[in-house]
């Protein structure tokens, strides 16, 4: 099963490998809203063999969840980053460290040897909401060589070709799982837009409040935003809209269409935002982060619903974002976003050399076939 998934065939043939000469993109996404059943992961059936499978300290913070559905997702996190380690440097999965990188408690997750030295070559990145969990990893594709004690010796070849400085970062975002509408009814969209101020450029707040990708009509249909025209202008729901298309022909729907079309514009920006930032590890009281802008900023649109045994549908794909740091474009970066179900987006970026560099298609995996299978198989040896 572990060879039909892609995990032990050579990176050319994993779905979610996009192997370069001088490394490659990982994507998995891990669906745990089905995984470990219950109202408490101590009794959920499979929990304490997966749990097993991490650190002490891994286990007292899932443990330590209010919620099962967090620590679900923790849970399916700790095992994607052993799993793409382990992968990633040919090391058994009991010999892979985490520790983090800068700030011990709030830095970006790292590969550590046994001395406690972070591992170069490879970087990775978790994000999950509301029962996903993706990860995004770069494997610079560096031979290293261990010493008994599992301390690096230093590469293998002097001449491996690694990408210095290339970082990922990733980010999920859930558009219907707040409700914002309460504060929106109150201050308009203008005034809940403000509310993020602190993390958002005049600029950015402004196309939020009146700018438009499309509108969803509720036959499934899609207009334009040359069809909305000056009708992108409304912030409030419960309006009647006519909109005559080009045909002649009048189309009357909700403001509250016009709306939820905005919403999800800005959850794409939020998207963008914290994948970005999630590059060096910091959080969203970054003081740069206002300085930080996107333009040409398209929201994807939805995916299906998943239908009984069905895995959800992938939706949209947008990559051509343009990124800013303090009035001039960020060339070394790519960055794109895609949306999951009706509901999801996913953005991911990737900063450094990345010239050649492709962020592949997301593979789903199988929690017993692709995780816990491959860590049993190497558990002790590569």
């Known amino acids: 099963r572990l060879q039909e998934t892609g995990l032990l065939t050579p990176p050319d043939s994993f779905d979610g490998l996009a192997p370069i000469g001088g490394g490659s993109v990982t994507t998995w996404l891990i669906d745990t809203r089905s995984l470990w059943p219950g109202n408490s992961i101590l009794y959920a059936p499979g929990a304490a063999h997966a749990m097993s499978l991490i650190s002490e300290e891994e286990r007292k913070i899932i443990m330590g969840k209010m919620f099962i559905a967090d620590a679900r997702m923790s849970l399916a996190s700790a095992l994607m980053k052993r799993l793409f380690i382990s992968q990633a440097l040919g090391i058994a999965w009991n010999e892979v460290r985490l520790a983090r990188k800068g700030d011990p408690k709030h830095g970006k997750p790292c590969a550590v040897d046994a001395v406690g030295r972070v591992i170069e070559g490879i970087d990775f990145n978790i994000s999950h909401q509301n029962g996903l969990v993706a990860l995004i990893g770069w494997d610079g594709q560096v031979p290293h060589s261990y010493n008994s004690d599992d301390t690096i010796n230093g590469l293998i070849s002097p001449s491996a070709d690694l990408r210095d400085g290339v970082t990922v970062g990733i980010d999920i975002v859930c558009v219907n799982e707040r409700d914002d509408y309460r504060t929106i009814d109150t201050e308009g969209l203008d005034g809940w837009v403000d509310i993020y101020e602190f993390i958002f450029s005049d600029e950015e707040r402004w196309s939020m409040k009146y700018d438009i990708d499309y509108v969803t009509l509720l036959d499934g249909s899609f207009l334009t935003r040359h069809e909305i025209g000056r009708h992108d202008r409304c912030i409030a729901r419960n309006r009647d809209i006519s909109c005559k298309l080009p045909s002649g022909n009048h189309v009357d729907f909700s403001s509250e269409r016009l709306i939820e079309a ?58 051509d974002v343009e ?55 190497h558990l002790d040896h590569p």
């Not at 963008?272 to 009281?285: D, F, Q, T, V």
């Not at 740069?288 to 949209?316: Q, Y």
Request: hydrophobic content about 40%.
């Open 323 to 377: 990124v800013y740091m303090n009035g001039k474009e960020v060339s070394d970066v790519k960055m794109k976003i895609q949306s999951f179900e009706e509901g999801f987006m996913i953005s991911t970026a990737m900063q450094g050399d990345v010239q050649g560099l492709k962020v592949p298609g997301f593979t789903t995996l199988d929690l017993n076939a692709d995780v816990l299978d491959y860590a049993a198989a």
């Open 262 to 319: 905005k919403l999800r514009r800005f959850y794409t920006y939020f998207c963008y935002k914290e994948s970005y930032i999630k590059l060096s590890g910091e959080a969203l009281l970054a003081p740069w982060i206002r300085d930080l802008e996107f333009f040409d900023v398209r929201s994807p649109k939805p995916g299906n619903p998943a239908r009984c045994s069905t895995h959800g549908m992938w939706g949209e794909e947008v990559d």
